[in-house]
């Protein structure tokens, strides 16, 4: 058995898009119902999460993860420019709340991924007051924050930046534009957007800072790029405004978000397709567990002293028994870098539910099941399983 720290967190992790349902004023939503669009289906009722957040925390408790990450929606709290909604702050404050009153230690998202539609009217990150806008977002959600000790400002800026003022399913939708986290076919990070989302997250954690003691950070899409012989420099240079920059940009935060997958290797001509031979995920991603293990190095390396945080890693698939296999290789790796001395404050498993994958339903990455007509959850066995990994704060190791 591989044992993990002392005080270790476990737990599991969610986005208000992708599950709360009928988020009319967000630009994906938007995006998902304009004429032409390539998005494969609207996000529709989601999970209907925004009414069933009780019954979803309750899963976290009944099987023993003691942790839950999900997001407010900016969209719903500030529906116009300079309105804001004491009654959805009121909402995600139950919310809040209702985690405490289970057990549940709350992680709390400020930015994932959409926005308002007023601030895409705007220019969203590139409009010259977003910086501003974002700082005011935060002090407006600080009634939901008291008493919250984990806070992430940004969810995947690096994915933010790519994708910015384009169409994510435009450039792979073949199983939903959640599938564009693989590099291979990824358009460039804007570098003013990259610039604005640091000011905008140094902006936030200054708001946070002089409110409360709260330990505020981002999350990264850690891409685990790999050269091939050779391709070193090829590599690195790639993979330096990808990853490696947010990364570094989080030295003096309280911790930092590593988000793993998968791996892009990457040849004299940049970023290579998946192998035909290779086992892929139902986002056509490589099945490698190892993504985890690279991504923790890759952030302590960048960030040093920082504290990590696993805030996201999962599988898309149908095979609950592969999920099992998966997480316990991820988790044998990212006990290995914990071995070498890097502080590692926690392990959220993506995700919680079967939800809405930007784009599409197919990709099933959850612990619990959830019918698309009735909203009936069904836990899986994976589910029930890393609650006993998380009581035991231990995992049998993966060959």
């Known amino acids: ?26 630009d994906w939503w938007a995006r998902e119902h304009a004429s032409g669009t390539t998005i494969e289906e609207p996000s529709g009722d989601a999970c209907d999460s925004y009414h069933r957040y009780r019954e979803d925390m309750q899963v976290l408790a009944d099987v023993g993860l003691g942790m839950y990450r999900f997001s407010l929606e900016w969209a719903r709290i500030e529906p116009e420019k300079g309105f804001v909604s004491r009654a959805e702050l009121d909402h995600y404050r139950r919310m809040v709340d209702t ?16 926005i308002p539609r007023w601030f895409e009217s705007d220019g969203g990150w590139l409009a010259p007051d977003a910086v501003d806008r974002f700082a005011r977002f935060t002090e407006a959600a600080l009634p939901v924050l008291d008493g919250v000790e984990w806070v992430c400002t940004i969810n995947e800026p690096n994915m933010v930046a790519m994708f910015a003022g384009t169409d994510p399913a435009a450039v792979d939708s073949g199983a939903g534009a959640h599938t564009t986290m693989q ?13 604005t989302l640091l000011a905008a997250h140094r902006a936030a954690r200054d708001v946070l800072g002089a409110a409360g003691p709260f330990r505020s950070g981002w999350t990264v899409a850690t891409q685990d790029f790999q050269p091939e012989p050779g391709c070193e420099e090829i590599a690195r240079a790639y993979a330096y405004p990808r990853d490696a920059w947010y990364l570094e940009a ?15 290797k990457v ?49 898309a698939t149908a095979d609950d028994a592969r999920r099992i296999e998966y997480v316990r290789g991820a988790l044998t790796g990212l006990h290995a870098a914990i071995a070498d001395g890097i502080r590692v404050e926690g392990y959220l498993y993506w995700s919680l539910l079967d939800n809405y994958e930007w784009g599409s339903y197919a990709p ?36």
């Open 250 to 264: 989080a030295r003096g935060d309280d911790w930092v978000g590593v988000q793993a997958y998968t791996r892009t």
């Open 364 to 399: 099933t990455f959850g612990l619990v099941a959830v019918d698309r007509e009735t909203f009936v959850r069904a836990v899986k066995p994976s589910a029930s399983w890393l609650g006993e990994v998380a009581r035991a704060n231990a995992v049998e190791s993966s060959p």
């Open 99 to 114: 985690a405490r009153e289970l057990g549940i230690e709350p992680m709390v998202t400020l930015h994932h991924f959409t």
């Open 183 to 195: 590099a291979f076919g990824q358009p460039a990070p804007n570098p003013r957007v990259a610039d």
């Open 1 to 26: 058995m591989l044992h993990f720290p002392g005080g270790f967190r476990w737990g599991s992790t969610t986005a208000a898009h992708q599950i709360e349902g009928n988020n009319v004023n967000t």
């Open 267 to 315: 040849g004299a001509d940049g970023p290579l397709p998946v192998p035909d031979d290779a086992e892929t995920t139902l986002t056509g991603w490589e099945v490698y567990p190892g993504a985890l293990e690279d991504g923790v190095r890759l952030a302590h390396a960048m960030a040093p002293g920082v504290p990590v945080f696993v805030t996201e890693n999962g599988i």
